[in-house]
């Protein structure tokens, strides 16, 4: 089954476009990727080359790592800040299902991105005077101010649609430089009718606060028309505090000054005064719908970014589309490609990576020119990308060779792309021996793999050489050759009883042994001579298989090597508890040194 990249406004119209301070911009977002996008884990795209895919918290009922201890396994909608060199992350945490009460807000801290704090409540539910409980919702989390204060908000809402207009009111608080947390005031009450101000007795206004500098951030963010377009959706007051009506705004500016916005469901606006004002454009031509989702930025390079879901309805693969104008955006390139098993089951609980979003402007920008995002996993897992700038699906023409000593020891490599689970690192490490420095893939993670890809030029004809080695004869490890569109010709394996195969025509055939702490020296030649749609694999320079293998998929032409300690799979499932999800798995080590890639003419 397929889902067609290309898309229509299913004939609806689009809203009048009026002009704003004399522009008149019909469509600020026309989207014009072609091709299909397939319903594999990787929608069948080329990746994004260079991409790491960083778990940050993974669910856990029985041994949560949370400080409060909270065991919840619907974790969602995450937001990301960069303030005083460190990335701030906070998410939705429900015991099961999305919209239970109650539900909490979940910070954690890093400083690189990679390594986060344990989590630990930000904004906690609380208990309303009929005796149910609050759920926090938002859309919007961090705000650093003119005087470079951190807030942070949350929407309390309640049960059973925390962002229908019928909540309680946005709470705030301050985050201190030492990592503690300020008092909890609301800063804005819901606007109804029937507002009932008994529910937000739990905490005062923020006016009550002693801390005039905190009071002044408070009022800063309420005057950022802008910023505050983003809380509509939850709040929903029709008391003119909204330029723009919206599910989930993201927006970016040009160099014009024009802010461009894009709401759920392909929603299109633009604003010429900085979000005061804003003008409806209706659907974005082209912009596939699937309710959940967008995240638009300029990039360090001066270019723009629009990620998203691009199917109509699956949540994955997480995939990017760029501009050089901020307006026409094309090629379209795989961010998170993988699809895992989802472990606990959830009402509403979407499988794949979804509702992503990025640093808002002025909340931050980390080190490097790369384009960071956020975003959660079967809403169970909160995971964040680091996606290198210029975003690309090619690189320079080869050879290559990656012995990995220019990187640095707890790294992961440059110029690779990453799948990281927290129970399955990769990373470089010294092998203190004469190896010098290699990259390693452990793995204890039961339902999921480490996974590690070399992007090199599409070729029809290319030498692969590495060393492996294998920290124990009970794991495994696949080794892909693979096209642009996730076809894999060349399959080869180091199987869990101590075996090498390899793949001919489907079929897996004897290519010999290899033993604990050893290295093997593995070259597989691609489309060798005059032969097409073959391969050849040599161990320690010997050919171990009986003949000359015939590819698994055929396709002309191969751009990627991709290492991964565990079965290919094309997509993950979900709808049932998994047994021993919260528990590791015994430990499974391998070692990469030494990538030669060879591509010939």
Known sequence: MKSLVKWTTLGLALLPVACTAGVELKDPIIYSA???VTTAAD???????????IEVYRANRSHPAHQD??????LHAPNLAYWKDRFYLAYLSGAVNEHDAPTDTSLTVSTDGVHWSDPKLLFPAYQLPDGSYTITHQRMVFYVSPEDRLLATAFHGEYPSPNDGSGIGRVVREIHMDGSLGPIYFIRYNQQEDWDPAKAKEYPFYTDSSDEGFVAACKALLSDRLVTAQWW??????????????????FYTR???TVVGIAKDAQASFSTDNGKTFTRTGFAPGLPVNSAKYWPQRTDDGRYALVLNPTGRLRHPLAVVTSDDGQHFDNLLAIHGELPVQRFPGLYKNMGPQYVRGIVDGNGNPPGDDLWVTYSVNKEDI??????????GEVADGPFFDDFESDAAGSMPAGWNVYRPLWAPSEVVATGSGQGQALRLKDEDPYDFASVTRVFPLNRSVLIRFKVLAGQLDGRLEIDVAGPHGGRPVQVALTADGKIEARHEGIWKPGGEYSVGEWIEVELDVNPGGNTERFQLRINGEEVLYRIAYFTDFIPAVERLTFRTGFYRLRGDGGHELPGADDKSPKKVFLIDDVSIEPRP
């Open 34 to 36: 072609t091709g299909e």
């Open 43 to 53: 929608g069948g795209l080329r990746p994004a080359v260079g991409v790491q895919n």
């Open 69 to 74: 201890g909270l065991d919840h396994t619907y």
């Open 233 to 250: 959706e939850e709040d929903r007051s029709e008391d003119g505090f909204y330029p723009v009506k919206g599910k989930a705004l993201a």
């Open 255 to 257: 160099p014009d000054g």
């Open 383 to 392: 995971w964040i990308s680091k996606v290198p700038v210029p975003v690309t």
